[in-house]
């Protein structure tokens, strides 16, 4: 986890000596590229934390402070300026990938903000019995009833048409429920971006559940789609 | 300049280039026979060969004059080592079924390491695949250098794009050994993509198809304001055209086989003689619709077969069929449909094949469109003309390219093998590079001092069916109490897509102490005693190197047409030929005498020019007599006879 440091204290540019702000890929007096500085992925982009974002300035900015960043820049500088040319711009990477996504985006605010967000990695997503959202637990156990009966149905080599027909409709149920959670994703952004310090608490709180709550959806349909073949 | 120029370097399965940019444009520098294209064979020279004063490495023949060897010596020859790049000893024992080559066994050291990097045999001599690779490189290099009058020490040098940490580190190593700073590994279609994108203007998502010899990529880019930005790759790093040849060439050898019993499996020689035919028969069907085999046969009996074009296509469709998943797969990475695909560019002699073009056209949706894919530079060029350009925006110097930039992607998700043996994705594949991620560890046991992690590239849930990367040991952690300490340790693909770790245990403070051994590949040490010609860029002996060159080119030239009159071949020739042929001989004995290595070299070119046909007329002959028999005794080299296809090996194209 990158963590905000106090931008208060001045760092001295490796070239000119000038003490500039430790918040800055380049030093604004000399423009020599600096270390990659402690900051969160919104301040490379100049940005306060918001969860709206505007997309194509996103982009923009990325490929600007790319021509200024990017190793092939550097191929002849000096080693310490390679090593710090590399370093940032992974950061710029890592940070691009991470706004420009908004699930990402909305995952990596929150882990800011201190709250536990499920794991994501892949090894680790299988649908986990023990956090089944409490209104869908009829609902999951009878897909999973039906899931089971048709790998078997598969493995013999059967075609159950039936079964097929009634998951295809457990998927667009699922599928719309994605959708509804996505949208109540929207709303809380705006909740927190533009309800003030005051309305930010109960926003994090509701979007940590819907994030949980996707992250089940999104599973579930992955395994429908498995066992549905396609 | 006063760093010398970078040159761009396309490492090629069955041909190597070597290109640099001419003011605005991107030229392939010829070799000293003209050539563009250097065929990626290294010949070990006969022994009697004057081993030249120095370390006393053995002397390599490479390209062109290598190939003849080919059928001559076939085990003293080595083609399509790229195959062997990076691989394991497992995976390349696998490969070897279909391989003329065979893996270097020590009687003395008991069962072979499976993580030593294999070593081919070669003659009496051994090699790793990095090794032959220099051998390659350091010819385009001596190219360049021929060209320039001038060393040339830097490089930027392609590699397919779905090539794995592996692979690019052992291309990275080859540089080395070959006495060139490699500035930059370049995704083979994402320099065919700078190639054609130099008139800017160009805006627009573009798709390059690259199916070459031994390789298939595509790659999905978005243009804009000359920023190339890579959105997804994906790829087969064992698909190709020698998959093409190696299905005629089954036919053939099953034919032969059958009809008039005779296993010419049995003669490397004649194998390679059968493989000549079937590459021809392939580069004609691009263009006629039949084409034939006519092979001369050890018994005197003649196999005759025709090819319709039909067939041939009926033929190769489940190889071309392999390309469309890769495809789709990309197309869903970028998130995109067919439709937004605003160019496609063919990259790859094996493109030249109309099923190819019409596969594309069907994935891409181009007709219905009206589009049609890219196909306005030499298919076999324009990876090389793309890595001219990656190198001159390396080096910064030039107006046309400084707007230019590339991001590219890491083709695999990298991860770490989690309890169970699944694997925890860090980075995911696709992810413009360089990347980072950062992970932290703790201990299992009260006062553990290390923790062993396991780092694997690829897309599969269990890290056994991934490719493993890299073992180590996070050592020196303080002992405490079993999850106190946190040790974070940070992985970071480069943008050449290789990865470096570093490590810190953060409640101490104190950095961890970390090994990391590559699963497969050389040591810095290995790599560093095996670098060729370490006074090869010594700046007083430049000049003296490129007089002893050019002269022994032409000693060479000189020696093979003073034997030529006793050659059966030389009275084939008209006698205008004859005569042009003595002209220029004594030409070149003249310049010869000179200080002037370009005046040599011309020389020597006119002769290599005046007796082109005269080569023409020996080779055929070489092949038909390796055909019947009678220069091969190397019962020895009889190949795995469980195989129905000789060898999966890329062509090294004859003339």
Redesign the interface.
């Known amino acids: 986890?990158l963590k905000v440091l106090d931008s208060a204290v001045p760092i001295a540019c490796w070239s000119c000596s000038i003490g500039h702000n430790d918040f800055t890929l380049f030093c604004p007096h000399c423009s020599k590229i600096q270390p990659p500085p402690g900051c969160d992925y919104f301040s490379v982009f100049g940005m306060e934390p918001r969860l709206s974002l505007d997309l194509p300035a996103l982009e923009a900015e990325f490929?600007r402070l790319?021509?200024k960043l990017?190793?092939?820049?550097f191929?002849?500088a000096l080693e310490n300026e390679k090593q710090w040319s590399?370093?940032d711009?992974?950061?710029l990477?890592?940070a691009?990938?991470t706004l420009k996504d908004p699930l990402r985006r909305t995952e990596y605010l929150l882990k800011l903000e201190g709250a536990e967000i499920g794991e994501e990695?892949?090894?680790?997503n299988r649908v986990d019995p023990s956090r089944v959202p409490a209104d869908l637990l009829e609902e999951v156990f009878e897909l999973n009833m039906q899931l089971e009966e048709m790998r078997a149905a598969r493995k013999m080599g059967e075609e159950d048409l039936e079964l097929q027909a009634s998951l295809t409709q457990a998927k667009q149920k699922f599928q719309g429920l994605l959708e509804i959670v996505d949208k109540d994703l929207r709303a809380e952004w705006t909740a927190w971006d533009d309800g003030g310090q005051a309305a930010r608490p109960a926003a994090q709180n509701k979007m940590v559940a819907l994030l949980d709550r996707r992250r089940y959806l999104s599973n579930l349909l992955r395994d429908v789609n498995e066992t549905l073949g396609d | 300049m006063a760093e010398g120029r970078v040159v761009g370097i396309d490492l090629g399965t069955t041909n190597s280039l070597v290109a640099y940019m001419e003011n605005d444009t991107p030229v392939v520098i010829p070799g000293a026979d003209g050539s563009n294209l250097v065929p990626s064979v290294v010949a070990l020279d006969p022994i009697p060969a004057p081993i030249p004063a120095g370390d006393g490495r053995p002397t390599v023949t490479v390209g062109n004059s290598a190939r003849k060897a080919l059928i001559q010596t076939p085990e003293r020859v080595i083609y399509s080592v790229k195959r062997l790049m990076g691989r394991s000893l497992e995976e390349v024992q696998s490969e070897l079924k279909l391989f003329p080559f065979h893996l270097a066994a020590d009687p003395k050291a008991g069962p072979p390491d499976p993580n030593e990097v294999p070593r081919i045999q070669l003659g009496e001599l051994r090699f790793t695949a990095p090794e032959i690779s220099a051998y390659i490189l350091r010819q385009l290099k001596r190219n360049a250098e021929r060209f320039f009058s001038a060393p040339v020490t830097q490089a930027v040098i392609t590699v397919p794009a779905y090539f794995n940490d592996a692979q690019r580190q052992a291309t990275k190593d080859a540089g080395r050994m070959a006495g060139l700073e490699v500035l930059r590994l370049v995704n083979e279609p994402t320099a065919a993509a700078l190639a054609y994108g130099l008139d800017r203007g160009k805006e627009g998502t573009i798709a390059v198809y690259d199916l070459g010899g031994g390789t298939f990529d595509i790659s999905i880019l978005k243009l804009r304001e000359g920023i190339f930005e890579v959105q997804s790759t994906n790829g087969d790093t064992h698909l190709g055209g020698d998959d093409i040849d190696n299905l005629l060439m089954a036919i053939a050898l099953n034919e032969i086989h059958a009809e008039h019993g005779v296993d010419l499996r049995l003669h490397p020689g004649a194998v390679q003689a059968v493989r000549k035919a079937a590459i021809e028969a392939k580069i004609l069907l691009s263009t006629e619709m039949m084409a034939r085999f006519d092979i001369e046969l050890p018994n005197g009996d003649r196999y005759q077969r025709e090819i319709p074009r039909e067939v041939f296509e009926l033929l190769i469709e489940p190889v071309l069929a392999r390309t469309a998943g890769p495809c789709k797969q990309a197309l869903a990475d970028a998130g995109i449909i067919p439709e937004q695909i605003d160019e496609v560019v063919l990259v790859g002699g094996s493109t030249r094949i109309p099923a190819v073009r019409l596969l594309v056209d069907e994935l891409f949706h181009l007709r219905p469109r009206g589009k049609k894919p890219h196909i306005e530079l030499n298919p076999d060029e324009v990876v090389a003309l793309g890595a001219a350009v990656q190198a001159d925006i390396l080096s910064g110097a030039s107006k046309s390219t400084e707007e230019m930039l590339l991001l590219d992607v890491t083709p695999l998700s990298l991860g770490i093998e989690a309890l169970g043996g699944t694997v925890a994705r860090i980075i995911q594949r696709n992810s413009t590079v360089p990347a980072s991620a950062t992970e932290h560890f703790t201990t299992g046991v009260d006062g553990q001092t290390n923790v062993a992690i396991h780092v694997v590239q690829g897309e599969r849930e269990l890290a056994a069916d991934c490719r493993s990367l890299a073992r180590f040991d996070l050592k020196g952690i303080p002992p405490m109490s079993a999850g106190l300490p946190r040790i974070e340790v940070k992985f970071l693909i480069d943008a050449d897509g290789i990865l470096h770790v570093t490590a810190r245990e953060q409640r101490s403070g104190l950095a961890a102490q970390i090994e990391v051994k590559p699963t497969y590949g050389l040591t810095d040490q290995q790599v560093e005693s095996m670098i060729l010609d370490s006074f090869d860029n010594a700046e007083a002996d430049f000049a003296k190197r490129l007089l002893i060159e050019a002269r022994n080119e032409a000693e060479t030239i000189l020696a093979a047409v003073e034997r030529a009159p006793r050659s059966p071949a030389w009275a084939q020739l008209t006698s205008d030929e004859q005569t042009a042929i003595t002209l220029a001989s004594d030409y070149l004995k003249k310049a010869e005498q000179s200080e002037n290595p370009a005046a040599i070299r011309e020389a020597t070119l006119i002769l290599d020019h005046a007796t082109r046909r005269f080569a023409e007329l020996m080779m055929d002959a070489a092949v038909s007599s390796a055909l019947r028999g009678k220069t091969m005794d190397s019962a020895g080299e009889e190949l795995d006879e469980a195989v129905t296809a000789p060898h999966a090996m890329a062509p090294a194209e004859f003339k």
């Open positions: 986890m490929h790319s021509r990017h190793p092939d820049r191929a002849r590399l370093a711009t992974a950061l990477n890592d691009y990938r990695h892949s090894g680790k």
